[in-house]
């Protein structure tokens, strides 16, 4: 599995890549799906937070999280959380339909008798 992470104003060490690739292969391995993209970008802002942000593709479509905070690990932490949930939305969205039209109720119309001459 490759991540491509980009930095922007950060070096990505291999700490930082061994943490994000960790969380997108837990993702894998507890969602029981395929990823097909994974991307992510760390940037280091002006004012000392990192924000970091990821896309993940998969069959069904794609979902994106981004996080901020001071603690660069800490950001890296909320955005796996925010992806893990919105790629569990993503995956369980054809049984969160709550009727269907076999399912709701009919409306019965009272039987008319014809009368025969």
């Known amino acids: 599995m490759k991540v491509e992470i980009t930095g922007n104003n ?3 060490t291999p700490g ?10 837990k993702i894998e391995a507890k969602r029981n799906l395929d990823i097909i993209g994974r991307h992510a970008s ?6 000392g937070k990192h924000k970091v942000e990821a896309y993940a593709t998969i069959a069904g479509g794609k979902v994106v999280a981004s996080a901020e905070q001071e603690d660069l690990f800490g950001a890296i932490r909320e955005m796996y959380q925010k992806l893990e949930r919105q790629l569990d939305k993503l995956q369980h969205k054809g049984e969160a339909r709550r009727a269907t039209h076999a399912q709701a109720p009919g409306v019965e119309e009272p039987e008319v008798e014809l009368e025969e001459e």
């Open 10 to 12: 950060i070096d990505i």
């Open 16 to 25: 930082i890549r061994e943490r994000i690739e960790g969380k997108f292969k």
């Open 42 to 47: 760390v940037t280091k802002r002006a004012n």
